[in-house]
């Protein structure tokens, strides 16, 4: 993690991008664009380096494009870059058809010379898999959410077929391969730029200094302050509405709602939901909730002794009262988590036997564990709202008096970017959550919990159960759905004994901006692209 918090640092000394900490020019940038606030800084430019934050979740549908997209409804992976694809018999080889004339971004340090090929996709995933790559160690080697799908053991090669055609070669059938290439993780860079990098030795501004083909282009970075987006002028489905798009990233000043209510910000993303009716007083502000595929959490680190003992696991279970929180945090914006699946997932299984609020099981457990004098935690708290948890240390406090109320002391202790790859780190339990890309069942399960996911670090609880990742793995390679069904059903069955994760709560994707703003897409899982958006006076 530190690797890529320098090239963040670097990327603010850099002469190209510009800035000094100044204050953004609200009424100007109405004229042409937008102000959208409510989430941090980025780590990284390259969502490929990172499993979570502003940069995959929100900038990447701006700056970059992948190879199919996930339809918002169907929750199937559709054309985008490949405008059609091919699969084998064999269900191992598939070929990707580009579309012609996709013309990469022109930026202050980079000028494309052609458009879009077969190269360029190429090379995006060959950093990713291969170790021989000459980026493939720059920002570090991590690239953790590829990594939490085991997907460098799953591709086994990427070749050009021709100019416009890519194939991919796999190590074995794999039901979720369409929907893992149609995240923003998945973003397709350019050859060109990289080639012209390297020669010159300056590898890293390829994640600093990105060149995408999406809508817009980076145009500024005031660390701690701004980011702003430019148009691109030659983007492929048409030039957008807005000609800039500015995000609010300090924390100077009012808070966010301020910002928004003061005309300092158009546009909140995941206002608290405390905030709710403020907001939706104002006639001016639109407020957009939409389902989303979500899920907050408590991980287990089970490599601690107590927190090893499935017992404990379960006794915390037990004596979380999850609709206090959904109750005092939510404000009716969340539904009770039965399962690490959300409601909208086709393997949802809700379990209202193992998933409950009882007190008087819980000390029964923690007596049978030999804890009956008490027991002593630590939990690590974040401080930023996220959709599936509109307010982390809320949360955290009640769970806080729900365990003292069963004999657990447990002391907070808030870090919102804690290292997940730091395990000398003496912390019993996060408070955290996980924003689907896709619809597939594997999207939860494998990042999270999978023997693979531990080994890198995206699987906080230290948890490897080689049942279910086997059964993981089966759901992949038969090809009915019904048979995935019940091989999902059958691993959220060992997840509900075990409890290396405790569900709590399913949140909503919620947005406000001001009125006059309109042609946002709606999606369950990130935001979608702003090349629509636009102000209707």
């Given at each position: 993690m530190k690797a890529i918090i320098q090239l963040t640092l670097g990327l603010f000394s850099f002469g190209l991008l510009t800035g000094c900490g100044e204050a953004i020019d609200h009424e100007k940038i109405r004229q042409n664009g937008f102000v959208y606030c409510g989430q941090g800084g980025p780590y990284?430019?390259?969502?490929?380096?990172?499993?979570?934050?502003i940069t995959p979740e929100t900038l990447s549908p701006q700056l970059f494009d992948s190879l199919l997209t996930i339809d918002p409804d169907t929750y199937e992976p559709v054309a985008?870059?490949?405008?059609?694809?091919?699969?084998?018999?064999?269900?191992?080889?598939?070929?990707?058809?580009l579309r012609d004339n996709v013309a990469f971004q022109t930026t202050p340090w980079f000028t494309p010379s052609r458009a879009l090929n077969a190269e360029d996709v190429v090379f995006s995933f060959r950093r990713i898999l291969d170790s021989t790559n000459p980026f493939h160690y720059v920002g570090g080697g991590i690239y953790p959410w590829f990594n939490g799908i085991d997907f460098q053991n799953l591709v086994v090669d990427v070749s050009a077929v021709s100019k416009n055609q890519v194939k991919f070669v796999l190590s074995r059938p794999d039901n979720s391969f369409l929907s893992s290439i149609a995240?923003?993780?998945?973003?397709?860079?350019?050859?060109?730029?990289?080639?012209?990098?390297?020669?010159?030795?300056?590898?890293?501004?390829?994640?600093?200094?990105?060149?995408?083909?999406?809508?817009f282009y980076l145009y500024e970075y005031q660390f701690n302050d701004l980011i702003r987006l430019k148009q691109h002028k030659d983007y492929w489905k048409g030039q957008t509405k807005m000609s800039q798009v500015v995000?609010?990233?300090?924390?100077?000043?009012?808070?966010?709602?301020?910002?928004?209510?003061?005309?300092?910000?158009?546009?909140?993303?995941?206002?608290?939901?405390?905030?709710?009716?403020?907001?939706?007083?104002?006639?001016?502000i639109t407020l957009t909730a939409k389902p989303a595929m979500n899920i907050s959490f408590v991980a287990v680190n089970t490599s601690h002794p107590a927190m090893n003992d499935s017992r404990?696991?379960?006794?915390?279970?037990?004596?979380?009262?999850?609709?206090?929180?959904?109750?005092?945090?939510?404000?009716?914006?969340?539904t009770q988590a039965y399962s690490i699946l959300p409601p909208s997932s086709w393997a949802y299984q809700k379990d209202t036997?193992?998933?409950?609020?009882?007190?008087?099981?819980?000390?029964?457990?923690?007596?049978?564990?030999?804890?009956?004098?008490?027991?002593?935690?630590?939990?690590?708290?974040?401080?930023?709202?996220?959709?599936?948890?509109?307010?982390?240390?809320?949360?955290?406090?009640?769970?806080?008096?729900?365990l003292a109320d069963v004999g657990i002391t447990l002391h907070l202790l808030t870090d919102d970017r804690y290292d997940r790859t730091d395990s000398s780190a003496n912390i019993d339990l996060y408070l955290t959550g996980w924003i689907?890309?896709?619809?597939?069942?594997?999207?939860?399960?494998?990042?999270?919990?999978?023997?693979?996911?531990?080994?890198?670090?995206?699987?906080?609880?230290?948890w490897c159960n080689p049942d279910f990742d086997f059964l993981l793995d089966l759901a992949l390679e038969v090809d009915k759905k019904r048979y995935r069904l019940n091989l999902y059903r059958q691993a959220q069955n060992i997840l509900n004994e075990q409890f290396p994760v405790i569900p709590l709560n399913h949140g909503m994707q919620l947005q406000a901006q001001h009125h006059s703003l309109k042609g946002?897409?709606?999606?369950?899982?990130?935001?979608?692209p702003f090349d629509n958006v636009e102000r209707v006076k």
């Open positions: 990284t430019f390259n969502p490929q380096l990172t499993d979570s934050g985008n870059l490949a405008k059609s694809w091919q699969v084998d018999e064999s269900g191992t080889v598939y070929t990707f058809n995240t923003s993780h998945a973003v397709i860079h350019s050859k060109e730029y990289a080639t012209q990098l390297e020669l010159r030795d300056d590898k890293g501004m390829l994640d600093s200094h990105p060149v995408g083909t999406g809508p995000f609010d990233i300090s924390n100077r000043g009012t808070g966010t709602l301020a910002k928004l209510l003061r005309k300092e910000c158009d546009v909140l993303s995941a206002p608290l939901s405390s905030q709710l009716p403020v907001i939706e007083s104002r006639e001016d404990v696991r379960k006794a915390l279970n037990y004596a979380i009262n999850r609709q206090n929180i959904l109750d005092s945090v939510y404000y009716g914006t969340g036997t193992q998933i409950r609020y009882d007190r008087n099981y819980a000390i029964a457990l923690l007596r049978e564990a030999g804890y009956s004098k008490g027991l002593e935690l630590t939990m690590s708290v974040p401080l930023e709202p996220r959709a599936y948890n509109p307010s982390p240390r809320k949360t955290a406090e009640l769970i806080q008096a729900n689907a890309n896709t619809g597939d069942p594997d999207s939860f399960f494998r990042p999270l919990l999978s023997c693979d996911s531990k080994r890198v670090g995206l699987n906080v609880s230290s946002f897409k709606v999606s369950p899982f990130n935001s979608q």
